[in-house]
């Protein structure tokens, strides 16, 4: 089994700012312990971040492509800001049809209204946020034990 996780706008800075809200893991470390976590499972992990909509769309089509390199069989996604905006992350997850869970680490419901609205949402295997970087961890358990089930 491979999966990808792929991470959003500004999520390279976790562990330099706003520790308050986000903890003090660093994206290095949440991987890592990520790894770690899939290697348990016995599954195959990688993981992507960037602060462009146009690549994380490209990364998800390339997910897409069963032969190809970069496929996956399942997707945790925190697409940060795009979450609340994106129809372009939303189109390209769906037209893969990947099955993937949505992630956050903070309680996103618990925030701005703006936060409370997800393109992401409706499709998703399931929906984690207000951990922390637990949240990572309790998606991958939990996307890793749909595909199980499902397969
Ligand atoms: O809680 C989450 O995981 C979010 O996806 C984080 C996004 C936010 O726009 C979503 O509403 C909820 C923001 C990520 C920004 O990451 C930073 C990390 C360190 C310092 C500053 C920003």
Request: net charge negative; hydrophobic share 45%; glycine share 10%.
């Amino acid at each position: 089994m491979r999966l990808l996780v792929l991470h959003g706008p500004n999520l390279n800075l976790l562990g330099q700012r706003e520790p308050g809200l986000y903890g003090c893991s660093t994206l290095a470390a949440i991987d890592a312990s990520l790894a770690r976590q899939a290697e348990g499972l016995g599954v195959e992990l990688e993981s992507f971040q960037s602060n462009h909509e146009g690549a994380l769309v490209d990364r998800i089509q390339q997910a897409g492509d069963r032969s190809g390199q970069g496929a996956a069989d399942g997707i945790v996604i925190n697409a940060a800001a795009y979450t609340h905006t994106s129809v372009a992350i939303r189109d390209a997850l769906l037209a893969v049809a990947i099955p993937y869970v949505e992630v956050h680490l903070s309680n996103v419901h618990a925030r701005e209204t703006f936060r409370h609205r997800s393109l992401l949402a409706d499709r998703a295997v399931g929906v984690i946020g207000g951990f922390g970087a637990t949240s990572y961890r309790l998606a991958l358990d939990g996307l890793v034990s749909h595909l199980r089930e499902v397969r």
